[in-house]
């Protein structure tokens, strides 16, 4: 069978997919979808409930303001599916997008390490540098496609679940209730949602967003006499917000502000910022002191065992905070929604969960709020010796400006890097690419990549100990600007310094060059 060429592939429908496929429209991109639809986890793994984590205005294309941007709510799901349609309806996307084609392998024909494609000369050397195997939903067959250069936009949410091991003979297999993975529960509609944990005794593992949402959705499906109260067993805490203000102030005076931003340590920043940063450490924990003085003030986390014992600031610096639906504590004060803390190893039984100490929880259902494993649905498709490349030992993806591996040529990967919106960061970090690929500018060499790769890197470890999400948070604006400055554009973007100093960022500041 005859393999079909073209310039550029990409894989993945969601909101990377979607941003590279407009930034390098002119190329006629082609770009794998697994499922029947576009949204990415927006659409396959998201509950009814669930709401975006930022106001909508912090949450957009910069050339496709929201109807509504000046709302200052929290979309639902629902409403973001929406905005993506019709983002990619706008920009004539669609046309590019084969649905369900689920790419299964990916085969290197480089022609080795003399040639220009591996040295990252131009990023579209005029051959194929990847082939890409392609299997439609409806056939056993593997269509192969080939590409001078491939945009990886899988995700690191959804698709592959992450499941806890359990000890011989108990495991899932020995409970005589219902088991299920927050993936497997976003598939069900509201009424088999409702009628799942309707008068069920329901066991949720987990703590942050996914796992809240779903508590809030069984406490509501059991309301009245017949009722029974939902179990959050919690492991890990973290920081959780109920609004965007703290002590009246908006959030974004305390961290996404360049003058915020100053007070964290940020790459290539030089001894004398270096020695500033520290000098002036003190300040900023008091800002982590003053938003945990807040969230203690607002939220009942003593009363629920819920408060954290690290710095809301290690929360924050890697995407950890969870929004709070309006009604969790209230559902809690009922009795609606109970919380187990516990540190201690589990196992099934036959009656439901069984901790280290030997206590029990009578269970019906059981949900996994487990979280993802990512780079597994990498590692399945991307060919040795490079499978090995795609994580150091810390656990984090070395990205230079978030997209390039400096290990993997013709390759680039949107949305591995979070920050407080993750639809900002994969954007400019496509306007970027596409610059790349036009030769609007030259990439550095392999070491100097590296080298700026690991100082992120470090500076992540440094700043929390969760680093291994690979978050950049906490000087967000410098790295926009280091990508500005290579797009050759100024790296200021408001109207006055006043502006520049004290006011937030977002994507409507990087619609065009100004």
Known sequence: MAIESHKIGIIGGGISGLAAAKQMAKYEPVVFEATGSIGGVWRHSSYRSTKLQTPRCDYEFSDFPWTQRDNMSFPSAQEVLDYLHSYASHFDILKF?????????????????????????TLLPGHPVWEVGVRAEDSENIKWYSFEFLVICTGKYGDVPAIPKFPGNKGPEIF????????????????????????????????????????????????????????????????????????????????????????HERPNQGFLRSLLCHMLSPVRRAVSKTVESYLTWKLPLEKYGLKP??????????????????????????GSIVIKRTAAKWWFWEGGVEFEDGTRLDADVVVLATGFDGKRKLKAIVPDPFRCLLEFPSGMMPLYRGTINPLIPNMAFVGYIESVSNLHTAEIRCKWLSQLVDEQFKLPGVERMLKQTTEEMEIMKRTTRFYKRSCIS?????????????????????????????????????????
């Open 97 to 121: 997008v084969k649905f369900n084609s689920k790419v299964v392998e990916l085969r290197f024909v480089g022609r080795g390490n003399d040639d220009k494609c591996a040295q990252y000369g």
């Open 176 to 263: 005589k209730g219902k088991v299920m993975h927050t993936i497997d529960y976003c598939k069900l509609n509201e009424t088999e949602s409702t009628e799942l944990m309707k008068g069920k005794k329901v066991v949720v593992f987990g703590y942050k967003k996914s796992a809240i949402d779903l508590a809030v959705e069984c406490a509501e499906a059991n309301q009245g006499p017949d009722g029974q109260p939902c179990t959050m067993v919690v492991r890990s805490l973290h920081w959780t917000v109920p609004h965007y203000s703290v002590w009246g102030l908006p959030f974004y005076m305390f961290y996404s502000t360049r003058a915020s931003q100053f007070l």
């Open 309 to 334: 014992e690290h710095p809301f600031e290690e929360d924050y610096a890697s995407c950890q905070m969870a929004i709070l639906p309006e009604n969790f504590f209230s559902e809690a004060d009922k």
């Open 474 to 514: 906490t000087f967000s604006i410098n790295h926009s600007d280091e990508i500005c400055e290579e797009m050759g554009w100024s790296s200021y973007r408001k109207k006055n310094w006043i502006a520049e100093i004290f006011s937030p960022y977002s994507s409507q500041d990087y619609e065009k060059e100004k």
